[in-house]
């Protein structure tokens, strides 16, 4: 992976993280194939995705995805993530509000994770405004 330095400033949790990823990678200790998703973030409207959320712009001659960025507020992450996919985005990333605490996005409602396609990630605040 090429990393261009003066077009992104990474913390020195996401340089670590990606990194680990990379070593992972070469040594074949990855569980599975990564696939790489690039595409346009967009903010979330509302913010915190507890309801349908707007869908991204129109792609006119535009040939890359949308991935929203979202707040965490209000409901569960397995709406959040699937109002994102029901609007037409890529990938949903979620970080925290006030806090650069990491935690675990799961669900106890297996209907709704049954729905959700689309890869999801969950972030600190930090890392969102960097964003």
């Known amino acids: 992976m090429l990393l261009s330095i003066g077009m992104l400033m990474l913390s020195a949790t996401q340089v670590y993280t990606l990194l680990t990823v990379q070593l992972f990678a070469f040594l074949n200790l990855l569980p599975v194939e990564a696939d790489i998703l690039a595409g346009f973030l967009i903010n979330s ?11 991204p712009p129109l ?14 507020l209000d ?14 985005y890529k990938a ?7 806090s650069d605490d990491l ?6 409602d297996i ?3 049954k ?17």
């Open 45 to 55: 409207k509302p913010e915190n995705a507890c309801e349908p959320i707007a869908p």
């Open 59 to 72: 792609k006119d001659n535009s040939s890359g995805a949308f991935i929203v960025l979202i707040r965490r």
């Open 75 to 88: 409901c569960n992450f397995d709406i959040k993530v699937l109002n994102a996919q029901r609007a037409g």
């Open 92 to 98: 949903a990333i979620v970080h925290n509000v006030d």
């Open 103 to 108: 935690i675990s996005m799961g669900s106890n």
């Open 111 to 113: 209907d709704v994770l």
């Open 115 to 131: 729905k959700i396609d689309i890869p999801s990630v969950f972030i600190g605040e930090s890392s969102a405004n960097s964003l």
